[in-house]
């Protein structure tokens, strides 16, 4: 089973990223939930959440990336995608693809971007550098 991430690179500021992850080997239906995300760090820094998205499609995002980055989903390929515009010099670091499974009721999104370490599953991150 892994998350294996794609699409990282350089951008000047103001351009645009998309970020993919397949998740292999995890039969994400076969949970009562499941919630799927990107995790960030920067150079110095500890990992934050950015954004969520529950099996449902609920997703939650970060303030500092709200209005500029979408989540979304592609359940037929088990891909997670992270559509990211208008990119700015902080938003530079490893991202990375991260998974929690939920064996009875729902996966609250809210709290899985506040706790991080909720998360059940990791890829490896792909680097993002964004230039001025």
């Known amino acids: 089973a892994a998350l294996v991430e794609s699409g990282g690179g350089s951008v000047q500021a103001g351009g645009s990223l998309r970020l993919s992850c397949v998740i292999s080997g995890y039969f994400l239906h076969g949970y009562s939930d499941y919630c799927l995300g990107w995790v960030r760090q920067a150079p110095g820094s500890e990992r934050e959440g950015v954004a969520i998205?529950?099996?449902?499609?609920?997703?939650t995002y970060a303030d500092s990336v709200k209005g500029r980055f979408s989540i979304s989903q592609d359940s037929a390929k088990n891909t997670l995608y992270l559509q990211m515009s208008k990119l700015r010099t902080e938003d530079s670091g490893m991202y990375y693809c991260a998974a929690r499974f939920i064996e009875e009721g729902p996966c609250d999104s809210d709290d899985v971007l506040e706790n991080i370490g909720l998360f059940h599953a990791w890829g490896q991150g792909p680097q993002v550098n964004v230039a001025s």
């Open positions: 998205i529950a099996h449902d499609d609920t997703m």
